[in-house]
C-alpha cells in the first residue's frame, strides 16, 4: 500500500490536490502532461478536468517544449504555491509527535 502525503492524508485525495502534490513532491523536474497523468493515476478526462483551474490559477508553469510536448513544473514563484507549501510544512511538524507517539507505543 502507498503512503499518502501529509497533504493527501489531511486535506483529502482530490483530483487537484493529487496534481498539486505530484508536482510538489516532484518539484525538481518537470513533466509532461501524459507523464503527469500517469503517475498520479487520473483518468485523463479527470485530469484535463482539473489541469485548466491550475494553469487559470498560475500553480504550474511551462518550462519547456520538444517537438509536441510541452513540460511543465509547479510555479514556485507563485504565492498560492508558497502558501500550500508553508501548509505541508505546518501539517509535518504538527503531525510528527503523533506519529513519534504511535511508533514507541509498537
Known sequence: ?????????YLG??????MIDFLLENRLFDYSKKQII???GL????????????IELK????????GKTVLY???E???LV????ELEMELIEQTTPMLAKVVTRR
Do not use: H, Q
Open 38 to 40: 500517469d503517475e498520479t
Open 43 to 54: 483518468s485523463k478526462v479527470t485530469f484535463y478536468k482539473y489541469w485548466g483551474r491550475l
Open 77 to 79: 514563484k507563485n504565492p
Open 1 to 9: 500500500m502507498e503512503e499518502k502525503s501529509v497533504l493527501i492524508e
Open 82 to 85: 508558497k502558501k500550500i507549501k
Open 73 to 75: 513544473k509547479l510555479n
Open 59 to 66: 500553480l504550474v508553469e511551462s518550462t519547456r517544449t520538444f
Open 13 to 18: 485525495d482530490t483530483p487537484l490536490l493529487r
